[in-house]
């Protein structure tokens, strides 16, 4: 009776759990300037589980992207923008921890990705909540050997032959890897990256007029998400 019961209660876990491997959750960030919507690295799971959490808890509704940089990052996720006044100094408001870093090789700072920001701790922690959404710019040769420099002087890491053409045409910020966790991507909706970034700012990179974020999600077949947005999952 006992085996039975022990059974009848693996049954749903184990249901849940292949539910999960077919399904994935789609973020959908909104903005003035449109939505993007972003997918979440299964190779990152503890940032994934905490960003799912937090969007779930609608932690990220009415906040700011409260520090942009043109063709480098558009950057939220701090809890004192909720109700920042006109030219408060933001970017140190925090969720009370931080998520271990997860870097992996094939995860690196391409156009779109969602990284995680963070202070200066030597673990490379992750902080709990702010992150940023990757603009950056194209690289030619000469430009791609100074980032080449950079990452050496910052201990970061180099990208492979397959990363670095991608710089070379998509577009990226390469002196980030290996420094900050890639934990997702925009897979629809890259224009809005584009548009925030190229809002007039302060002497503190944030936006002269307020861009607010909204945040819902879903779990959605990963067969219809590449079929409507043509990502690919490896």
């Known amino acids: 009776m006992k085996k039975l019961l022990l059974l009848i209660l693996l049954i749903p876990t184990l249901s849940i759990a292949q539910n999960r491997k077919k399904k994935d959750y789609l973020v ?3 903005t003035t300037f449109g939505t993007m919507r972003l ?3 299964d190779q990152t799971p503890k940032h994934k589980e905490n960003f799912i959490k937090l969007v779930n808890q609608k932690f990220y509704d009415s906040l700011l992207f409260h520090r942009i940089i043109p063709l480098f990052m558009i950057q939220g996720g701090d809890p004192n923008s909720r109700k920042a006044q006109t030219d408060q100094p933001l970017g140190n408001g925090d969720i009370g921890y931080t998520v271990p870093a997860e870097f992996v090789p094939t995860l690196f700072h391409k156009k779109g990705v969602l ?3 963070r202070d200066n701790n030597p673990e490379k922690a992750s902080s709990g909540c702010q992150f940023y959404v990757v603009q950056g710019r194209v690289w030619d040769e000469e430009g791609f050997q100074k980032q080449v420099t950079r990452i050496e002087t910052m201990k970061g890491r180099l990208p492979t032959s397959e990363q670095k053409q991608v710089y070379k045409t998509l577009g990226g910020s390469p002196h980030l890897d290996g420094n900050y966790t890639v934990f997702g991507e925009v897979i629809n909706g890259l224009a ?6 190229k809002q007039p700012r302060n002497e503190m990179d944030r936006p002269l007029k307020d861009v607010r974020m909204t945040m819902t999600g879903e779990w959605v077949k990963k ?5 409507q947005y043509g990502y690919k999952y490896l």
Do not use: E, M, P, Q
């Open 39 to 41: 997918v979440l690295y």
């Open 115 to 117: 990284s995680a920001a």
């Open 192 to 197: 809005v990256i584009d548009s925030v970034a």
């Open 223 to 227: 067969k219809k998400i590449t079929k």
């Open 28 to 30: 959908s960030l909104n």
